[in-house]
């Protein structure tokens, strides 16, 4: 599969003098307001490519970005895979063994395989339970529009909402169907927590535009929750648009081909081929049937494209 080559608008940089946090964890740093109030984490680089949360969490730390009140958390996750970065080989920094947002169930963290992400996942499963609300910020392989992706919970719903922006929201009713993200882990992932946990996915990795995405999505959401006072210049929401997940399809043979070049956001008919995997089709499952960030590489055993429909 043919794909055009990025365009180099942001790329990695030294990460080393955010390594020594205050929490006895590489590259986690906390803040306490000494007020009561929430704990909000803002976590970059769970994926090493996802450059746009790197330059999120360093502007919030270089800037001196401090809870009026309440904690606020910012770390990074995967510095070891972002530190595998080549521009040869840009999209290969996703990971080094174990998709880091894939394996945050008890079953996971507490069983017995090791790689570099899980060994980070153990360490980080501490922050991440702290926190009452979480901001996980990632970005896309292809050059589309911005948008939230949260489980199906009233509670993630209104804070996407009022926030307003990016105004596209992905929501999973039933989780991700190939593995537990990091907002779905522990109370997270419970109907009946009241903790907020949203992924915002700020456009594609190497562009300016989803760095400043991601800068005012972490800016907003502190903001939302009074741990920093609002953006003056911010826009009031616009209209909102929101999809529902019906399937994530993954690959699962070395023949899977797209029907036709995909970027994401192409809407098929019911019934509409969207691809083929060896002697498997995946077809449309409704009209309107809405496809989201496509696989620009197909490998077996990962997520190959989700299937979604408007609400």
Known sequence: MTQNAPVFEVLPRDLSAYRQGNVGIDYVHRFESGQPGPHVLINALTHGNEICGMVAASHLLDTGVRPRIGTLTISFANVAAYESFD???PFESRQLVHNLNRIWSAGELDGTAASPELDRARVLRPVVAAADHIL????????????????GYQRNADVAQAIGRP????????????????????????????GVALVVECGQHFRQSAADVATAAALDFLAHFGLIEPVASRPAPGPQHRYELLETCMVRTPDFRFARPLLGFEVFARGELIATDG????????????????????????????LTRPL
């Open 167 to 194: 105004p596209v929201h992905l929501v999973m009713p039933s989780g991700l169907g190939s593995g537990t993200p990091l907002i779905q882990h522990g109370r997270h992932g419970l109907a009946e927590s009241e």
């Open 279 to 306: 002697p498997h089709e995946i077809r449309a499952l409704c009209d309107d049937c809405t496809v989201m960030m496509p696989t620009r590489e197909p490998i077996v055993g990962r997520e190959a494209v989700y």
């Open 87 to 89: 521009q040869a080989r």
């Open 136 to 151: 996980d910020i990632h970005s896309t392989s292809q050059d589309v529009q911005p948008f939230w992706v949260y489980p």
